[in-house]
């Protein structure tokens, strides 16, 4: 047994890679820098915990999302392997700083770009061995990435402060303009590259136009209820969330449940552990559900409202099919729902009209009050502060009014950029003539090879709904006693008592 | 009426008209002031102390203020004939769900993730099913129990009977309902917990009722653990510190260890006299050990009880105006403080 192999075993538990895992694996092995565009859900992450594990020296993990961050630690500890770490701003400052203490018998640091480009961190982890950096979700580097986040742009720079480890950047979705940026700003040397194409054939695709929210809804309702799911529901705001599931619960005879950012912790873990579980058939959710979530047998994603752009969307259908199975996406079209990510790309970037006084509010802060000054005091979103924090860091030298200019262009900038992607998420949602798999796929500079069947309504396929299956459902209202035996004991034994 | 509204009605009731419509606000949404704790143990409403913390202040205000309209409420805020029928079900159920928002509001939290861990733990590790994703993310809960197994070490399994037959045991004294809603919020290797709306849809009741019910059962558990050393359920118990007192109140605590004085400690602190005094009098209410002799003469004490008792009222103006000068209001207050569980009860009895 090779000493990969042995590794595997011993951490995972499983015999061997897929044949995409195997050459990251080796390249990241060999100290090679690593760009790989893997679509969501492909065991990405064991592509870079098994080269950590089996390094010596410590693996720093830059990851855009807590709830990325919290899913891989769970699993790792679900694993016993206990030396893997989270070091964000949501950590209380015990919790930091036992992590820092321990930094040199990590081999994981799961950190957050914010964090990674503080001082003191990098002072720490220039005491201790780093031996890898690994970029998740690599595209929020790129100005051209659908969520640019610029602290993002000092991983570069930190990299070269430790001394240059290997890099390795990992995507679901990125354009070729992307994947260009990406290598630029991680200042990879002609790294090794594993571009997957991001057609998910047995992921079929479909639009539904709607002339109004109540054709919407009935659209969803019928859909919902002839899948057998598991599925998902995406919809834009914590409010819909709420108002369909409970539409879901009293029109279809799945039990549905919401997921948003607006529930407790607690909440939101057994919604995310139920659904695992098959305890749940449908989850209504906003775009934060997922992330990391590895269900395999999803049967469908609908999208009741749209996202922003073809990333995104490419990202969201992503969860459904991941064991292989037919799986099916379907979008419910209202041309009037356009507004609903334009007032959210209005929202991610700082308004215009208050560049001047947001500048006098900066005046003499450091970036972190800033950033808490513009969200606090002005209202403006995280997004929008961060944009301007950024700027604001990057022209120290520059007069107001200069630094207003510039501001002022670059907000204009990013505004076509988004709209133009916007423009492209909407003619592909309206188009009538041609494949949606071959339109999806030139977004990405991508030609479609071969066309699955069933593909996309466009070529006349109808949505491969899966057969329901007449399993009785969890019957809820065991009386208590049955169900504290069953916790402790499990059914089997609980039965017999 | 939806429980929200009798938890206001029941509120304004205990207060009495002596306090103003916002007190019963900052006593069911629990507020971490010393006014508000003091008034918990006053009117004898612990059992109201935190239980609808998530109601905003505009949608009270909303709720009293229909209540006036439809003369539910009297002038001065106490409930009327009609409105204290209707609530009195509902005063049914606050006597008899053992909450003590007052006691055992973080105590309570704390004690319930180390329980339900525990059992999540101890049930996939008989189950022999090793990876599983801790229902309880807190970190100091995963310590502790992680710390527990190390020492059962091979025990862990009597231990887990153990637990298993205590928590049977405590479910059979609770309410029936309870006893549901306890035994499907826990999560065990085979079967996940059902979230606090779940659990409502399932018994067809409010969400902030179960809420309330389900903290009520677990301070109950707490109080029953207490007196038992030996169970489990006690091992799961905090154990040190005044979780009662504001950080603020704390603080001041700290400085009257030092001996400083009233006006000493005002001064190291920047604070107004009064905020002091404020935490002087949550003291005096927490702190048994804690004299009040030398800031109230003791026989000024006794006239204050003994006009308090005969007046039957808390209300710091009516008491004030039977009692010399020379008794102030901050020595009435302190009196009330450590005496007042005391005398209420009597006062109570006797109505
Ligand atoms: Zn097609």
Known sequence: ?497 | MLFQEAMILIALKRLRGERTDASAYHLLTGKRSSQTITDAKWFQSKDLFGAVPALDKPHFESITASFYRRGWLEAGGVPGAEASAAISPWEKIVEEAGFDGWTYRDTGRQFWRRVALLIQTLSHLYQQKKQFVPIIQDVQAQQWVKRKLAAWGPEKYTVMNRLYEEMADCLHELKEVQAFILAYKLTGAETLGKTTEQIALLQDMEKDEIEYLFHGAVHTLIKKAENQPGTVLHECLDTGGNPQLTVTAEKTLDFINKGLSLDGIARARRLKKSTIEDHFVEIAGEIEEFSIDHLVPPDQQEAIRRVAASLDTFKLKALKEQLDDDATYFAIRLTLAKGGKKSERENRSAE
């Open chain 1, 1 to 497: 047994m090779s000493e990969k192999t042995e590794a595997l075993n011993k951490y995972f538990g499983f015999p061997s890679l897929h044949d995409y895992q195997e050459p990251i694996v080796d390249a990241l092995l060999a100290d090679t820098d690593t760009l790989a565009v893997l679509p969501t859900g492909s065991g990405k992450s064991i592509c870079f915990q098994l080269p950590a594990l089996m390094k010596s020296g410590l693996t720093i993990i830059v990851s855009p999302l807590l709830s990325l961050m919290d899913n891989q630690l769970q699993e790792l500890r679900a694993k016993h392997i206990k030396t893997a770490a989270a070091y964000n701003s949501f950590m209380s400052p015990e919790e930091k700083s036992r992590v820092l203490s321990r930094l040199s018998s990590l081999k994981l640091l799961y950190i957050s770009p914010e964090a990674l480009s503080l001082p003191f961190i990098v002072e720490r982890l220039k005491t201790i061995q780093v031996s890898m950096m690994v970029v998740d979700e690599a595209h929020c580097i790129s100005q051209w990435g659908h969520e640019f986040r610029t602290d993002y742009l000092k991983i570069g720079p930190v990299r070269q402060a430790l001394g240059r480890p290997c890099m390795a950047a990992f995507t679901a979705t990125a354009t070729p303009e992307v994947q260009m940026d990406i290598k630029k700003q991680l200042q990879m040397d002609a790294p090794a590259e594993y571009i997957h194409s991001v057609d998910r054939e047995n992921i079929a695709l479909f639009v539904r136009q709607c002339t109004g929210e109540r054709e919407k809804k009935k659209e969803m309702i019928r859909l919902v209820q002839e899948a057998p799911g598991p599925g998902l529901v995406y919809v834009s705001s914590r409010k819909r969330c709420e108002e369909l599931k409970a539409l879901l619960q009293k029109e279809t005879s799945h039990r549905v449940e919401a997921y948003h950012g607006g529930l407790e912790n607690e909440t939101r873990l057994m919604i995310q552990q139920q659904f695992l579980h098959g305890d749940l058939d449908v989850v209504v959710c906003t775009n934060s559900f997922g992330m990391g979530l590895n269900k395999a047998d999803v049967e469908f994603v609908l999208h009741y409202h749209f996202p922003k752009d073809a990333e995104s969307y490419i990202q969201e259908i992503g969860r459904a099919g991941r064991d292989g199975r037919q799986a099916w996406a379907a979008v419910l079209y209202l041309e009037d729902d356009i507004i609903i990510p334009q007032m959210l790309m209005e929202a991610e970037l700082p308004p215009v009209n208050e560049l001047g006084s947001a500048l006098e509010t900066a005046a003499g802060s450091s970036r972190a009050e800033i950033t808490e000054e513009l969200i606090n005091r002005m209202g403006w979103t995280e997004t929008a502060a961060r944009f301007l924090a950024y700027y604001l860091e990057k022209y120290p030298e520059k007069s107001r009014g200069g630094l207003l200019e510039e501001l002022e262009k670059q907000v204009q900038q990013r505004w076509f950029e988004k709209q133009k992607k916007l423009k492209a998420m909407i003619q592909w949602l309206e188009n009538s003539e041609a494949c949606r798999r071959r339109l999806l796929l030139q977004v990405f500079g991508e030609a479609l090879m071969k066309r699955p069947e069933p593909c996309c309504d466009m070529c006349g396929h109808r949505i491969p709904f899966r057969e329901h299956q007449r399993a009785e459902k969890e019957k809820e209202t065991a009386p208590w006693e049955t169900r504290l035996q069953e916790l402790f004991f499990g059914r089997e034994r609980a039965k017999h008592e």
